[in-house]
């Protein structure tokens, strides 16, 4: 199973960007797919994630009302759309699967998900 993030790169602060996640060796439709990021200097936190029971999605509190998180069934991707961009979500972002039993909800941001994208680099410039 491999998860590829693309999309990343410099943007200006107020900017936007928007992130994909695919994956192969599994079908995305069939996992919740979460988004994370690390700073530099700092902890890895969780962004957002969409399930795939009822494709419902999850905001951590820093991006509420900036970011939204969708599913492309055609492409087969999950993208992160990010606006209102701050020098704080400057970090590389990851996104994430499980094929634990939660691995269809977001649950799967309460924990260290098995799967994991390569991460891709997104930095704001002020």
């Known amino acids: 199973v491999q998860l590829q993030a693309s999309g990343g790169g410099l943007v200006q602060s107020g900017g936007s960007l928007r992130l994909s996640c695919a994956a192969s060796g599994i079908s995305i439709d069939w996992y919740a797919i979460g988004w994370f990021r690390q700073a530099p200097g700092k902890e890895r936190e969780g962004v957002s994630c969409?399930?795939?029971?009822?494709?419902?999605?999850w905001h951590a509190d820093s991006v509420k009302g900036r970011f939204t998180i969708s599913r492309d069934h055609v492409n087969k991707t999950v993208d992160l759309q990010m606006n209102s961009m701050t020098s704080e979500d400057t970090a590389v972002y990851y996104c994430?699967?499980?094929?634990?039993?939660?691995?269809?909800?977001?649950?799967?941001?309460?924990?260290?998900?098995?799967?994991w994208g390569q991460g891709t680099l997104v930095t704001v410039s002020s």
């Open positions: 994430a699967a499980d094929p634990r039993a939660f691995g269809n909800t977001c649950d799967l941001m309460n924990t260290s998900p098995f799967w």
């Open positions: 969409i399930s795939s029971t009822d494709d419902s999605t």
